[in-house]
């Protein structure tokens, strides 16, 4: 420290402050004192942070934690939040858990009260798969028309969602399209046969003596029924609407018919409650009303 | 005290000292728990631990850096509840690897995804999102269905085995012969991942094609997974709802 000097007070004329008391070759520094409001910020949080550490949940003690005076839990303060959630709209939602489906929907009313809740439910739980619109895509089926897998009934549509199809509940609707070709059930030309019938079917254009026609009757009639019309029991889909799940080209046919298939939809009861899944049943029938016809 | 602190800056030892023992308390404060995490964080009796497979599946999903974008963490919030379901639990992740929590939304949090959708919904999704959900904005991995590289799955779950996760020598040896099996729901080995894993594992055809272990298996499974290793969230849930 070469040109410093023994301290001394040495008062800076403009500011006030005091200097450091060092003199470099005349050139002295001021020793401006710390921000006094920063001082009690400083003072304060750590006053506040004493005061927390009494109130809430702190300090880890060995297995467990200080609970703090408030008692205050996370956890608990989450559920106390979801059950002020339910007990608001339990007024009207109540009214979905504890009544048939059939009933509930003959209450325009109360449709009209669940419909927000209900867009939200569709869009959180059921547009990945069947679209924002309802619209579906290939494997995933439309739920605007009037073709039905199940049935379309509010109520057929509820246990559809409660249990799902081919799913992993116990109870679940189970329907399976067998792999015609890949398991050898059919001959590789009964299958193109069949597969051109299939495709006429939904043009409307179907020729009841041709060869395909007679594969049809002895393989597919059973579920699909008589004409391919479907048999909701069954989880058979309508052959003659010109609407396809995985696509009525010749290709996607053929493939349909080679491979099988077993499309997925989750169970829903252990996600979704009693009143949730009823307001979603009567949603998802209320999308069919226009037949495919988004209404605009 | 700041006559003190004045004095203690012009003592270098002494300042030395002070801010070794400034440090050492925030140090032991941040540190001391974690000597007792494993009595502090309780593992739930149904708790398994990730199959081979989804523990595969997890290494794609870090790889392919999901977690920038979708977090793995229902908050203690109520609308949270509401939309995702039970609040996520520590215990849940205690055996991960690191944890991915994330801290960001791009997509939506995927804690309790596990049997939300289908599984050609997830491959149909991965292979292209926009095919399935027309306005998403999340990256297409076509790229997931060529072969799985199977053959460090053993030598990871060692590792993990020796950080505590519960991978008993059984578990270790038929590790790469697990996460065949687990595609292959017809296959010898498929009973042996339901006995050493439990019942509520999914064991099928992830991606459709049981005759090839793919990237796509492995990750639909772990994806599949998310929030069933334990019913307990579940659990708390009830008993809180009358």
Known sequence: MTGSRPHERDVDPVTGYETTGHDWNGIRELNTPFPRIVLWALALAFLYSVIAWILLPAWPIGRDFTRGLLGLDQGEMALAGYEKLEEARSDWMAAFADNPVADLAADPGLLARARPTAVRLFADNCAACHGTDGTGGPGFPNLTDRDWLWGGAPETIAETIRVGINSTDPDTRFAQMPAFGRDGMLSREDIVAVAKHVVALGHGQADPDSRGAAVFAENCVACHGEGGKGIPDNGAPTLISGHWIYGGDIQTVMTTLWNGRQGEMPTWQDRLSTAEINILALYVASLSENDGERDR | ?242
């Open chain 2, 1 to 242: 005290m700041l006559r003190l602190h004045y004095n203690l800056e012009k003592l270098s030892m002494g300042l030395v000292v002070g801010i070794i023992v400034a440090a050492s308390i925030g140090g032991a404060v941040e540190i001391a728990p974690l000597f007792t995490i494993d009595q502090t964080v309780e593992i739930p009796d149904d708790m398994r631990p990730l199959t081979p497979l989804e523990l595969a599946g997890r290494e794609v999903f870090i790889r392919e850096g999901c977690y920038a974008c979708h977090s793995q963490m229902v908050r203690h919030l109520a609308d949270e509840i509401d939309r995702y379901g039970p609040y996520s639990l520590a215990s849940e992740s205690a055996w991960d690897h690191p944890m991915l929590w994330g801290s960001k939304r791009t997509g939506p949090d995927l804690a309790r995804l596990g049997g939300k959708y289908s599984d050609a919904w997830h491959v149909a999704h991965l292979i292209d999102p926009r095919a399935v959900v027309p306005t998403s904005i999340m990256p297409a991995y076509p790229w997931l269905e060529r072969s799985l590289d199977a053959s460090d799955i053993g030598a990871q779950m060692g590792t993990l085995a020796r950080l505590g996760v519960p991978y008993d020598d059984a578990r270790l040896a038929n590790a790469a012969a697990d996460a065949l099996a687990q595609s292959s729901p017809d296959s010898d080995g498929a009973a042996g991942v339901a006995e050493r894993y439990g019942d509520n594992v999914a064991i099928r055809a992830f991606d459709g094609d049981p005759s090839r272990l793919t990237e796509m298996d492995a990750l639909v499974a772990y994806l599949q997974s998310l929030g069933t290793q334990t019913r307990l969230p579940y659990a708390i849930m009830s008993e809180e709802q009358p």
